[in-house]
């Protein structure tokens, strides 16, 4: 990655995408290609080399599958969903797809800056409007000092996945309530209160 970070971004709406060109280019970064739909996302990847994308995910096509296309070949690249959608469900298919970033199209100029480093960090970000946390200091991300146990880790793999409830239920062979305690006791030496905040959690321990 240079020193200036290349930044590709896509977005069905002309006006907010010049926005966001203003807002994101700076001395640290650069946007070096726009386009409003899914097909323009692959041409421009095709044709240009850029070290994150950011994409609407309401935009012509399949968003998230186009995303999961593009990073099965093109390995150094970070995507980042910029959304106005706030639905857990959306967040969760975005982690699952293996999306670095899923960002709220509310977020400040300087917010949106402080992201995009984030992430092109190497590391996972979600709008802190998504999480909800207890004001609580995080704990060290490492497995041991969390007091994460076997199960609790195999637990959290797969519900980076995407497993519902019902799913785990299965593949653990516990019933629903079972697992529903499972990660009730997960959340908590995490200390997180949602999916969300487990699965970013997890990422951050290498748990996916």
């Known amino acids: 990655m240079s020193d200036c970070l290349r930044i590709a971004?896509?977005?069905?709406?002309?006006?907010?995408?010049?926005?966001?060109?203003?807002?994101v280019s700076s001395e640290?970064?650069?946007?070096?290609?726009e386009g409003e739909s899914a097909d323009d996302a692959m041409h421009i990847l095709a044709n240009v080399d850029a070290d994150i994308l950011?994409?609407?995910?309401?935009?012509?096509?399949?968003?998230?599958?186009?995303?999961?296309?593009?990073?099965r070949t093109h390995k150094e690249l970070k995507i980042a969903i910029l959304t106005d959608s706030n639905d857990e469900a959306?967040?969760?298919?975005?982690?699952?797809?293996?999306?670095?970033?899923?960002?709220?199209?509310?977020?400040?100029?300087?917010?949106?800056?402080?992201?995009?480093?984030?992430i092109a960090a190497g590391q996972p970000y979600i709008t802190p409007a998504l999480m909800i946390t207890r004001g609580k200091p995080a704990l060290a991300d490492r497995t041991c000092e969390l007091g994460l146990s076997l199960r609790d880790k195999w637990v959290l793999r797969h519900l980076t996945k995407g497993l519902s409830n019902e799913q785990l239920a299965l593949?653990?062979?516990?019933?629903?309530?079972t697992v529903k305690y499972y990660l009730s006791q997960i959340f908590r030496k995490l200390r997180v209160r949602s999916r969300i905040e487990a699965i970013v959690k997890a990422q951050k321990i290498g748990l996916n």
């Open 9 to 23: 971004i896509i977005d069905s709406h002309p006006i907010f995408r010049k926005g966001l060109i203003d807002t």
């Open 28 to 33: 640290r970064m650069a946007v070096v290609a």
């Open 54 to 71: 950011i994409i609407g995910l309401s935009i012509s096509g399949d968003s998230l599958g186009v995303a999961e296309k593009i990073m």
């Open 90 to 118: 959306d967040v969760v298919d975005a982690i699952r797809s293996g999306i670095q970033g899923y960002i709220l199209k509310g977020v400040t100029g300087p917010e949106l800056l402080s992201a995009l480093e984030i």
């Open 171 to 177: 593949e653990l062979g516990v019933t629903v309530r």
